[in-house]
């Protein structure tokens, strides 16, 4: 209780909300000016005419207001005018260098995850036979290991967290009731926690039409009413045996696209192999969990 004989401050439960709280308030307010800038940017660039015609000729009709006003008496108000029109000029040569440099800063992030993913498959191949050796504990401990490992180098070199990034495996399996879901067994990079996937879920569904499908991977983006703004997947699966989803997700600026997908396939195909080799049997339904959620 309070020193005031128990009263509550009225301020108190504002001040009570958790930093969780904060942090999805401040996210959200980031997320929305981020969205409506880079929307703002795309209009005017998709405004072809003006782009291509606006810096020869609001220059020259600015230069003229300018050069017919100034003389002895100087009119200040057409003075203005010029020169804003000589600035709305200039705004598609900013938007031009302002979209080079960042379509530049995503292919170099691009090439950048491509080498580190190379190399986390080609670091995973070599150990592929040892996951047919042992005991089936053996295999089952090897399997859990490298599925950490992979996903903790894939946020430490390729997708930082520091940048928005999220990678999670989603395991397929049943809950108590012999319902099938998706929950997530490993996940690392951003601290917003994903959560477990149910058959009716939208989430689910897509990551069951991948496991199901006949393709390997997809990937979304402008991605709405979620804490991210776009992802990539892969399935996890060999055959009709089905494992899981690895999940890459981001509310970064420059979202995921197929090249993120080409960089998850590799590393989902060898983390099938391990799977298959501590599970054996064919899976072609949903099995009952047998790994410790890991966060």
């Not at 006003?69 to 804003?84: N, P």
């Not at 993913?117 to 995973?124: A, F, G, T």
Request: glycine share 10%; with cysteine; proline share 4%.
């Amino acid at each position: 209780m309070a020193e005031n004989g128990g009263m509550s401050h009225p301020g108190a439960k504002l001040l009570s909300m958790t930093r969780r709280q904060h942090r999805g308030l401040l996210w959200g307010l980031s997320s929305g000016l981020r969205v409506a800038w880079w929307g703002l940017i795309g209009f005017i660039s998709r405004r072809y005419f003006f782009m291509e015609v606006a810096p020869w000729v609001f220059p020259v009709v600015g230069g003229l207001f300018i050069s017919t006003h100034i003389g002895k008496d100087i009119d200040w108000f057409w003075l203005v005018i010029g020169i804003c029109i000589i600035l709305v000029g200039t705004v598609p040569l900013g938007i031009r260098a302002y979209c080079r440099e960042h379509v530049q800063k995503g292919l170099d992030q691009q090439d950048a995850r491509e080498r580190v993913c190379l190399r986390i498959v080609s670091n995973l191949v070599p150990q592929l036979p040892l996951s047919g050796q042992g005991s089936l504990a053996q295999r089952i401990s090897l399997r859990n290991r490298l599925l950490h490992e992979t996903i903790m180098n894939l946020v430490n070199s390729a997708y930082p967290a520091k940048l928005g990034y999220r990678i999670t495996f989603y395991e397929l399996g049943q809950d108590e009731e012999h319902g099938v879901q998706l929950r997530p067994l490993v996940s690392r990079g951003r601290s917003h926690r994903p959560s477990t996937h149910a058959q009716g879920n939208e989430a689910f569904d897509g990551m069951m039409e991948l496991l199901n499908g006949s393709i390997e991977s997809t990937s979304k983006s402008d991605v709405r009413g979620h804490d991210y703004t776009s992802y990539a997947q892969a399935a996890v699966s060999r055959g009709d045996a089905l494992y899981g989803v690895i999940s890459i997700d981001t509310n970064a600026e420059i979202a995921l696209s197929e090249s993120d997908e080409a960089n998850l396939t590799p590393i989902a195909d060898v983390l099938a192999a391990f799977f298959f080799a501590a599970d054996p049997g064919n899976r072609d339904q949903a099995p009952e969990f047998y790994s410790e959620v890991q966060h």
